[in-house]
């Protein structure tokens, strides 16, 4: 009963987060921002899913596999946001206006559309 | 208290399905390249997600293994979008 009662809050609280992430990925002002959303919402959105899923069904099998799925996504969603958005940043996609701090100036070349011809 | 997982199941599913629509609409509205990628990525991310609700709600323990294959294609898409945009191959 306590178990399934958790079953519950954690389906209910992680696909809130990920509506909340999809929210923000339609409502943000620019990519970078949007990546927030994206990344860290969806991969908590998720690990919340899949931690309802182990505990719905009580097996070893499937709380390792889901265990795995939750180490390979909180291993590579940080991986696969960085390499995109420095492939954002050097393609020169423009930064909202309202924006603090640009901390890649001068730290990453923003011509790599000049030097690669394909 | 049993019967409480299918109702909680079928409105995180609405939800999940809301937070796609709103990822699908960036997908198609979205002003650049990389805005495209992000929201694909999450869109996958979300394909996960929904995959544990429905083998909760099935009893399916083997859509999971689905659900791993999704989050490992998603990664090596998303990172093989991210090298070919450094490199210039879409203008």
Not at chain 2, 58 to 78: K, Q
């Amino acid at each position: 009963m306590i178990v399934s009662f958790a079953v519950c809050v954690l389906a209910l609280s992680g696909a809130g987060f990920m509506g909340l992430s999809g929210l923000g990925i339609l409502r943000m002002p620019d990519l970078f921002t949007r990546m927030h959303a994206s990344t860290k919402g969806a991969s908590l959105g998720v690990a919340l899913l899949l931690i309802a899923a182990a505990l719905f069904f009580q097996d070893l099998s499937v709380g390792t596999k889901a265990l795995l799925t939750i180490a390979f996504i909180f291993l590579t969603a940080p991986v696969a946001a960085h390499m995109l958005g420095r492939a954002a940043y050097a393609k020169k996609i423009a930064l909202w206006e309202n924006s603090v701090i640009d901390e890649g100036r001068g730290k990453i070349a923003t011509g790599a559309d000049d030097r690669h011809t394909p | 208290m049993t019967s409480l997982i299918p109702f909680a199941c079928w409105l995180a599913m609405l939800i999940l399905v809301a937070g796609m629509a709103a990822a699908f609409a960036r997908l198609v509205r979205g002003p650049s390249l990389p805005d495209r990628v992000v929201a694909l990525d999450v869109m996958a991310t979300m394909a996960v997600g929904a995959l544990a609700l429905v083998s909760i709600q099935t009893g399916e323990s083997v859509l999971l293994d689905v659900a791993l294959a999704i989050a490992l294609i998603t990664f090596l898409g998303t990172v093989a979008l991210a090298m070919s945009l450094e490199r210039g191959v879409f203008k």
